[in-house]
């Protein structure tokens, strides 16, 4: 049957085969719409705080949606740990130093530092270090900590909006 629905290799991102026709299929076809609407959401509520790089709302958003609450808590805590971290050490190096290359690589490595004794993961580590980037070395007008605090809101509404998609809506799982 074509319409069977994705295989557990299709759903973790394999290309589909000829044969699984995951493209054709009604829970992929939901996942996407319950995708784009998360993602729609979160940028409108981003722009209803008229924050100047909402953008970050729905990526956030995309990349925490998962299939069930566990998995998105699991990854939002993560994030959030992150981008705490990410938002104060930019700030701080930010209103400092400026966009400096040598500091922005000592930043990293005091992340790291941090991370470990915050004792989250390497995930953390990751995001910590995404948001130094983008409030340490993107140019902007304006002050460090409040670049660092309009990307802490902006990751934070695709945190809750991901979050609030698994209650409300959470993904469909394969039937066989």
């Known amino acids: ?14 290309l589909p085969t000829e044969d699984t026709q995951a493209w054709a299929s009604w829970p992929l076809v939901v996942n996407s719409a319950r995708t ?11 722009r209803l705080f008229r924050l100047p790089e ?20 699991s990854v939002s805590c993560e994030r959030f740990m992150g981008t ?25 490595f005091i992340l790291g530092l941090l991370s470990a004794a915050a004792n ?4 953390a580590f990751r995001f ?28 934070c509404i695709g945190l809750v909006v991901a979050l609030i998609l698994s209650v409300v809506w959470p993904e469909q799982e394969e039937v066989r």
């Open 128 to 155: 910590a270090g995404v948001t130094l980037a983008v409030v340490q070395l993107v140019p902007r007008v304006g002050s460090p900590w409040r670049i660092a605090f309009h990307r802490f809101a902006e990751v």
């Open 84 to 108: 705490v971290l990410g938002a104060a050490v930019g700030a701080i190096v930010g209103s400092s130093f400026g966009p400096n290359i040598l500091i922005f690589g000592a930043g990293v």
């Open 54 to 73: 909402a953008y970050w709302a729905p990526i956030t958003t995309l990349v925490i949606t998962q299939s069930s609450l566990g998995a998105a808590l």
């Open 120 to 123: 989250s993961n390497r995930n």
């Open 36 to 46: 784009a609407a998360a993602a729609v959401v979160s940028l409108i509520v981003a």
């Open 1 to 14: 049957m074509m319409l069977r629905g994705l295989t557990l290799a299709a759903r973790n991102g394999a």
